[in-house]
């Protein structure tokens, strides 16, 4: 059974500083890493994709990526108080009809 | 100018009534899913279905029943409502399975 882990938090950071948000899967056959944002009472919103290993970067995110040890993480910096949200990691295997499997995510807090 | 659109927002309604809830997508996407987040904000696969076929059946109750007319649409009709029903169930949508998902806005449903 697919699994994907993510400490529930809350992560709290102070504005500006770095937030690390990381993520665990089970299942060494999975190709598709994506990281969405939720806010309270909001759906989930797509920030990153990644694919293959090693870091993607997109504006003040940083996804990272080790197959080896079935680890994703999200890096944010310079955190503004308006990236207190959910952050919810997912995960896809490949080929065929497979499901996207989600963390329960991570609550991160910026203080201003 | 919305991508993937749910109706209606808010559903409150007494046990033991059938309800629908509606999703339209305008990205041309091929694959369209229902999720279910419950009280502990856990994002769970219902359904999927590409190009108008159903290719995923999570372990549903037979009282839910998907039904997509077109690519563009996938409604979800539940029958009996129970109590543990109650929860947001998100719509998403994706140019094909195992590609990136955008989510709808979500329809709260309360059962009494």
């Known amino acids: 059974q697919k699994e994907v882990e993510q400490n529930s938090g809350p992560l709290s950071v102070p504005e500006g500083a770095i937030a690390s948000l990381n993520c665990t899967y089970s299942?060494?056959?999975?190709?598709?890493f994506f990281w969405y944002r939720q806010y309270s009472g909001k759906s989930p919103e797509l920030i990153m994709s990644?694919?293959?290993?090693g870091d993607k970067e997109d504006g003040r995110f940083t996804a990272q990526l080790n197959k080896a040890s079935q680890y994703v993480s999200l890096l944010i910096r310079d955190s503004q108080p308006s990236d207190s949200a959910t952050y919810l990691c997912?995960?896809?295997?490949?080929?065929?009809?497979?499901?996207?499997?989600f963390g329960k995510g991570t609550m991160l807090l910026v203080s201003p | 100018d919305t991508a993937v659109s749910q109706t209606p927002k808010y559903l409150v309604t007494q046990m033991g009534n059938d309800k629908s809830i509606k999703c339209e997508q305008n990205?041309?996407?091929?694959?369209m899913y229902w999720y279910k987040q419950d009280s502990k904000k856990f994002l769970k696969i219902m359904f999927s279905?590409?190009?108008?076929?159903?290719?995923i059946n999570e372990t549903v109750p037979n009282r839910f029943s998907p039904k997509s007319p077109d690519k563009a649409h996938l409604n979800l009709h539940i029958n009996s409502l129970e109590l543990g029903d109650s929860a947001v169930y998100f719509c998403?949508?994706?140019?094909?399975?195992?590609?990136?998902?955008?989510f709808g806005p979500g329809t709260r449903l309360t059962v009494l």
């Open positions: 279905y590409n190009n108008k076929e159903l290719i």
């Open positions: 997912a995960v896809n295997i490949e080929g065929g009809y497979s499901t996207l499997t």
């Open positions: 998403a949508s994706s140019r094909g399975p195992n590609n990136e998902q955008f």
């Open positions: 990205l041309g996407h091929d694959t």
């Open positions: 299942d060494r056959g999975s190709q598709s």
């Open positions: 990644i694919y293959s290993n």
